[in-house]
């Protein structure tokens, strides 16, 4: 049968027949599969997902390599000297190429994957009745005939055809290219429509905005529409970062720069007679050393293991753009329910309206009226949520929103929810953050249930009425509690509910009162923020008491001054309100709409904001802002519109996350220092030479040799490092100023140059004294190759003095040092070595000139980071921190 099936598919057109015949062609039903037969056609049609998608290729990282400008000088160099007839240097010049291509192949395609990974670990979930039963799977493994459930703000997952819609309306933007949501139905349309056209079919890959539906599964994976088009699911396109491309531009830039200076001193060598092979080898020597050729595997590998790090703490970074700005965040602006609480909403109050009026006395939740009864029946009959029974507790298990679940679990418990069967809903109008409220009907009326203040403003309430009931949201919202109004509408008289603007003379019946824990950990995770120099908004839907109580809670100081209310928001205009943003630190009965203006002039302000949300409407705020956060348990467009999701919703995630994008930042910043602040010493050493008629210092395989090993292990190991500076930052959003720091310049440029001075001033105040020359070159070529591997420690901050952190505290760097200083000890002490690379025997006594260059480079760095301290390098005076 499921051979059949398959077969009968490839010509099935099921927009063009009804939903029944739908079903009778997929040999499914409005219960929905058997298990038995789910497992047979997941074994003939496989997994709902898209094969064959083009995936990173280690052959094509590895050519990749050869494509730096380091591989091409080198290779340059390796024909020269094999023309040469020198197999010795032919030899370690290709086994520095075979081993930097090596390293950077490994790094870069561990980094490339990552994102991959992380991709896993966001899993998309959909409801299916099978065997009769509601089940939320995941939608990898929903099988043609299915029958699934869609409902506001879930991705569909596979093809379908509608068998029932409420007011559904989905975006098919990311198939059709329609920017406006396309109202679905359920009547047959001509069997040549298009997709565009085919308005009874949702399609793999769409997201529900608006209402409700059922549907048969047609086609999954590469069947379905989006699996047909192989530009969309079949090529990868993996774009680099704003840094990555920066520093790559700049790479090229020095290339070319430092070749212009290269080509100088190989005229300067050749008019001084030195041999032209010779000068040539040697003037691509110096190329090589002077080129950042880590730099760009660096840069993949720290925002690689930045994201890994971000997905350890319960973040997946959906973009490495997103890892790098995380680090210059300056402003955050979170809602309430799920980050800052627990999201598990206890229903704690059922209060009739008699009751908030204080015409009778509260009957408390142990022994429920009928009134309450009815509220809570009311709420039950307005919620959507997904059951599954617990078979070993005979027990249903609920999955939706954190409020309603919590709503159906009371209703187990008083005896009111139907535990044998699904019970059936039919939510007209599904709540929407805009308007507030969601509206059911039944045979006799229809139930409103939402915010109370909305609903009493819609409700035939007298104006005392009002204002009591107002004083008592009032006051019981200052409690912490979330309120939610149940309201009702005969159908008796005639009257129908079809749209919001419907939604008036309805009869209030009274509140449901929740209560959200503060998660015990948030505020700890406020406290980190402040110290990172990062400011902190609440942006919230509920009341404005509300919102004060869970301030209180966190031990946030809060004024009313410092709350403003939607309706406040809504009476300023953008200059009117821009003066004064930041003296609030609450926003009360805010709408995603208000969200979006908010955000949007916080960063007129210079303010890098990250922002979170969980619902449809929230998704242009979250697109918008410079980092946009969704909840795990958020909408799936939300999440697809968020830079990172929150697996755990939990705000302490986010606080983790901004720690581990100032590493990120930070230790970009140490490995530019660490490769460019050595990288014209060999320019300094063979140009300064030529000028002064001094013998040239290295030869070409002594800086190659030197470049190998100094270079990608010491500055890969960066990427594990800690941000040991805590200091609070001056927010900036360009990508360049985020890297070329006071101390990044300062250090480079300044002590880099100094120090490539200080290098040549050695050789030539040793060749003055009367050194002998080899023994001299000898000396140098060790002062040439360690003073970077020493110095790596102090750029481990480059603000903090070294005494302040513990130095050795970066195993990863400890290995890379010992590997690269046990081979230049090799070079200095192996006869054999010697011989290979032109280095005569260094005398003991010579150790404590060498040990003192070291401790002036490392005492030149410390310097400059006191100075900086100071603000001596700063218009702006002492920098405090």
């Not at 209310?565 to 200059?575: N, V």
Request: glycine fraction near 8%.
């Amino acid at each position: 049968m499921p051979n059949d099936l398959v077969s009968s598919l490839t010509t099935f057109k099921p927009w063009a027949v009804t939903g029944d015949e739908a079903l009778e062609t997929l040999s499914s039903k409005h219960s929905g599969l058997l298990e038995i037969e789910v497992k047979e056609r997941l074994k003939a049609f496989g997994e709902n997902a898209f094969t064959g998608k083009e995936k990173v290729h280690p052959l094509s990282v590895f050519v990749k390599q050869f494509k730096s400008p380091l591989i091409f000088l080198l290779m340059f160099a390796a024909v020269l000297t094999f023309i040469l007839g020198k197999p010795i240097d032919t030899t370690v010049i290709i086994l520095a190429v075979l081993v930097n291509a090596g390293l950077g192949f490994y790094r870069e395609y561990h980094a490339e994957t990552t994102l991959d990974k992380l991709t896993t670990y966001i899993k998309e979930r959909v409801v299916v009745l099978r065997d009769g039963e509601e089940r939320e799977i995941d939608s990898t493994l929903v099988v043609p005939g299915d029958i699934i459930k869609l409902a506001y703000g879930k991705r569909v997952p596979a093809d379908a055809r509608l068998l029932s819609v409420t007011n559904m309306r989905v975006d098919e933007a990311v198939l059709t290219g329609e920017s406006v949501p396309v109202e679905k139905k359920l009547d047959a349309t001509s069997i040549t429509s298009v997709v565009a056209e085919r308005t009874n079919m949702v399609h793999a890959g769409t997201f529900v905005v608006e209402g409700f539906a059922t549907a048969v599964v047609c086609a999954t994976g590469n069947a379905t529409e989006i699996g047909k088009i192989a530009n969309i699911v079949s090529k990868t396109e993996r774009t680099e970062t704003p840094i990555q491309k920066g520093v790559e531009k700049l790479a090229w830039l020095i290339l070319f720069v430092v070749l212009v200076i290269v080509a100088g001193i190989f005229m300067l060598g050749i008019s001084r007679g030195e041999g032209l092979i010779e000068m040539l080898v040697l003037s691509v020597a110096v190329a090589v050393g002077a080129v950042p050729e880590a730099l760009p595997i660096a840069l993949t590998v720290i925002l690689g293991v930045g994201a890994e790090r971000i997905a350890s703490k319960k973040g997946v970074v959906r973009k490495l753009a997103a890892a790098e700005t995380l680090g210059s965040t300056t402003l955050i602006m979170t809602d309430k329910t799920g980050t800052l609480t627990l999201a598990d909403m206890r229903l704690v109050g059922i209060y009739p309206h008699d009751v908030v009026l204080g015409k009778r006395e509260d009957h408390g939740t142990e022994n429920l009226s009928d009134e309450q009864k009815n509220l809570l029946r009311c709420a039950l009959s307005n919620i959507d949520v997904t059951r599954e029974n617990d078979k070993e507790n005979n027990q249903p298990v609920f999955h939706g929103k954190p409020f309603e679940v919590n709503i159906a679990k009371a209703g187990v418990a008083y005896g009111l929810y139907e535990k044998d069967k699904t019970q059936t809903i039919n939510i007209i109008i599904p709540f929407n953050s805009t308007h507030k409220f969601s509206v059911s009907e039944n045979d006799s009326q229809y139930i409103i249930m939402g915010a109370p203040d909305i609903l009493l403003k819609r409700a035939t309430v007298t104006k005392d009425d009002y204002v009591v009931s107002e004083g008592w949201l009032e006051r019981t919202s200052s409690e912490g509690k979330r309120l939610i109004g149940i309201a009702t509408l005969s159908k008796s008289e005639g009257k129908t509910i079809r749209s919001i603007d419907d939604v008036k003379d309805i009869s209030f019946l009274g509140i449901l009162a929740l209560y959200d824990p503060i998660r015990k950990e948030v505020p700890e995770a406020i406290r980190t923020i402040g110290e990172y120099g990062i400011g902190m908004v609440l942006v919230t839907g509920d009341m404005k008491g509300t919102a004060l109580a869970v301030a209180r809670e966190l031990n946030w100081h809060v004024t009313e001054e410092e709350v403003l209310t939607g309706g406040e928001l809504h009476e300023l205009s953008d200059e009117e309100l821009l003066p004064i943003l930041r003296r609030f630190k609450i926003f009360a009965r805010i709408t995603p709409e208000d969200k979006l203006r908010i955000g949007r002039l916080y960063q007129s302000l210079g303010e890098i904001v990250a922002m979170t949300g969980d619902g449809v409407n929230d998704a242009p705020a979250l697109k918008a802002m410079d980092i946009g956060v969704s909840l795990g348990s958020g909408s799936d467009v939300a999440k697809s519109a968020a830079d990172m999701v929150l697996l755990d919703d939990n705000f302490k995630t986010i606080s983790l996350a901004i720690g581990e994008g100032r590493k990120i930042l930070a230790n970009i910043r140490k490995t530019f220092v660490y490769l460019m602040s050595n990288s014209l010493d060999a320019v300094f050493l063979v140009g300064g030479s030529i000028l002064v008629g001094l013998p040239i210092p290295l030869s070409a395989l002594q800086i190659i040799w030197v470049n190998f090993f100094t270079g990608s292990l010491p500055a890969l190991a960066f990427a594990f490092d800690e941000d040991l500076d805590r200091r609070k930052r001056k927010a900036t959003t360009a990508s360049s100023k985020l890297i070329f720091t006071e101390e990044v310049k300062t250090i480079t440029f300044g002590i880099g140059l100094l120090s490539s001075f200080l290098l040549f001033a050695v050789y030539y105040g040793l060749i003055v004294f009367g050194v002998e020359i080899a023994l001299a070159q000898s000396i140098l070529f060790v002062c040439f190759a360690s003073y970077i591997l020493v110095v790596a420690y102090s750029f481990r901050s480059l603000y903090s003095p070294i005494n302040e952190y513990h130095i050795f505290s970066n195993e990863k760097l400890n290995l890379s040092i010992f590997v690269a200083s046990a081979i230049l000890l090799a070079t200095v002490l192996i006869p054999g070595m010697r011989s290979v690379f032109g280095i005569t025997a260094i005398p003991l006594e010579w150790a404590w000139f060498i040990s003192g260059w070291l401790i002036v480079n490392v005492l030149l760095v410390e310097t400059a980071k006191l100075a900086l301290r100071r603000g001596l390098f700063s218009k702006r005076g002492r920098v405090t921190t």
